[in-house]
C-alpha cells in the first residue's frame, strides 16, 4: 500500500482502464455550494492531457466553459488531440454524465524553446506570507479550506461586509497541506478568487464562472523552484453588465516569477 | 442583384445547402503572411453560431484554437450547440479542410438581463480619432489594409526600428470602408494588435497566435450606439517566455464603453 493520495491528487485522479472510457469522481474536499469547485474540474481535464500517452511537451492554455453543474459522482472524461504539429498539440477534452456534456474544454500544449524573454508586470508589493494572517472561508465553502488564503487586499469580509469601488484582491495561496505545485495545481488556483461581485457588492450573490482561460507561463524548472511554498495572486473586474463579469489573474512565485495568466467570464444575479 | 458586399462580410459569408456541410473560403482582402487573418477566422467561426437557427442570445466569450494554417480556398464550418440551458447555450466550431481539422473553437452565447452594472476599467486619455495619422502598414499586410488604425502609442516602426521596454499600443480602429460594427467584427478588431513581440525587439520575427479568447460585454444595444465609428483598442503582453507570450486588449467605443476584453497566446521565435 502507498501513502495516503494528498486530497489535490486523489480529487483530480482519473481511472483508466483499457477499452472503457475514462473515469473521476467528486471528492467531498473540493465540494462547491452546487456540484464541485470549478478550479478542481480545470484541474481534472488537465490531468487527462497530461495522463494521455500522445501527448507532447507542457501545457500552454486551457479554456474550460462550464455548461451545466457536475453531480456529485462519477464522471466520464474523453480527452483527445484534434491535431498534432511538430512542436504544439491542440486538444479537446470533454466530461459527461449519463451521456449528457457537463463540461468542454481545448488545451495546446507545447515544447518550450529557449528564446528572447522578458516579463513586463511586475508582482504587487504585498507583506510576505508569514506577516499575514489566514483567512478562513465559511465551512460550506468545502474547497477553499484545501488553501491557505492570506489577503493583502480585497479579503472576503465576513462581519459587516461593505460594497467597494475596486474588486481587486491580492493574496497568498498555498495548498493545505502544503504540495509541490504543478500545472494542475495552477489550474485550479486560478479560479480560487471568490466571485469579484461580492467584493463590489459587500454580499453573497448567485454566480457562476461561465468560461475559464488559463495560460501557461511557467516552464517545470520554474514549479520546481517554487515547491511547495505559497504563491501570489491578484485578481480584477473590468465590467459587471447584463448579469456577467469578466475576471483577470496573475499567479506569481514568491521571486515575481509570472506562473500563469488566467481570465474567466462570470454570470451572476444581482 | 443586391448592393455590393463589405469586404468584411464578403470574408466571413458562408454558403449553407441543406444536407452538406456549411462551407466558407478565404479572401485575397483578409490574407496573411501565412493563410488568412486569424481576426476573420475568428470572426467566420462566430457568424456560423449566429447563423445557426438554433441560436440562444448573444456572444458572450469565443475562444479560438489555431491548430494549423488554412490553406487559401475553401473551407467547411462545423457549428453546433454541446449544450442549451435556460439562459446560457454552449458551442463547439471546427473548421477542417481535407478532412484535417485547422481550428477548433468554443463560445457561449446568453440571455443578457438588466442587472447591477459598473465599469472598472477607464479608457485610455488619447488624441481623438481625428487628431491622428492614419498608418498605412506594408502592402504585403494584406489584412491590415481593410482597418483604419491610428495610433496614440506604440505604433509599428516602419523605418529604424528600436527596442522597446514597453509591448503597450494604443490605437483607435476603424474598417474600411466604414461598417456598422457588430459582434464578427468585434471579434475581429481583437486580433488586430501587430504583434507585441515586434514592438518589443523593434524587429519583425515569425508569430502566430495559437489561441485567441474574446468576452464580448457590449450589448447589441452598445454596439448600435458605436455605429460605424471608430473604437479605442489597447494591447499589452506580460510574460514573453520560452517561445510564447500573452497579449491582454481591450476595446472601448469613443464613450469610454468597455465593449470587449480579449486575451491570446502567441508562438514567436526569436
Known amino acids: ?37 470549478g478550479g478542481i474540474t480545470a484541474a481534472t481535464m488537465l490531468r487527462a492531457v497530461l495522463d494521455h500517452p500522445e501527448l507532447l511537451g507542457d501545457p500552454i492554455s486551457l479554456t474550460v466553459n462550464f455548461a451545466a453543474a457536475i453531480a456529485y459522482g462519477e ?5 483527445r488531440p484534434t491535431r498534432t504539429n511538430r512542436s504544439t498539440q491542440h486538444w479537446l477534452i470533454e466530461i459527461s454524465q449519463d451521456g449528457a ?5 481545448t488545451a495546446v500544449t507545447g515544447l518550450r524553446r529557449e528564446t528572447w524573454s522578458a516579463d513586463e508586470l511586475a508582482m504587487p508589493q504585498v507583506p510576505a506570507f508569514d506577516a499575514l494572517e489566514r483567512t ?42 502544503a504540495r509541490p505545485i504543478d500545472f494542475p495545481a495552477l489550474a485550479s488556483m486560478s479560479d480560487a478568487f471568490y466571485p469579484r461581485v461580492f467584493l ?6 448567485p454566480a ?24 501570489l495572486g491578484t485578481a ?19 521571486e515575481g516569477t509570472l506562473l500563469a495568466t488566467s481570465n474567466q467570464v462570470v454570470y451572476f444575479k444581482a
Open 1 to 37: 500500500m502507498g501513502e495516503k493520495l494528498h486530497p489535490f491528487d486523489d480529487a483530480v485522479a482519473l481511472s483508466t482502464v483499457p477499452g472503457a472510457p475514462t473515469t473521476g469522481r467528486t471528492t467531498e474536499a473540493y465540494a462547491n455550494m452546487v456540484g464541485p469547485y
Open 75 to 79: 464522471f466520464t472524461v474523453d480527452a
Open 101 to 105: 456534456v457537463t463540461t468542454v474544454a
Open 136 to 177: 478562513v472561508f465559511p465551512e460550506f465553502i468545502a474547497w477553499a479550506q484545501n488553501y491557505d488564503l492570506r489577503f493583502a487586499e480585497g479579503d472576503l469580509a465576513m462581519t459587516d461586509p461593505q460594497p467597494s469601488e475596486d474588486s481587486t484582491s491580492t493574496l497568498w495561496l498555498q495548498d493545505i497541506p
Open 200 to 205: 463590489r457588492l459587500g454580499q453573497m450573490v
Open 208 to 231: 457562476g464562472t461561465v468560461s475559464l482561460t488559463v495560460y501557461f507561463h511557467a516552464t517545470t524548472a520554474e514549479l520546481a523552484e517554487v515547491g511547495a511554498g505559497p504563491v
Open 236 to 254: 480584477q473586474a473590468a465590467r459587471f453588465s447584463g448579469g456577467y463579469y469578466d475576471q483577470t489573474a496573475r499567479l506569481f512565485s514568491a
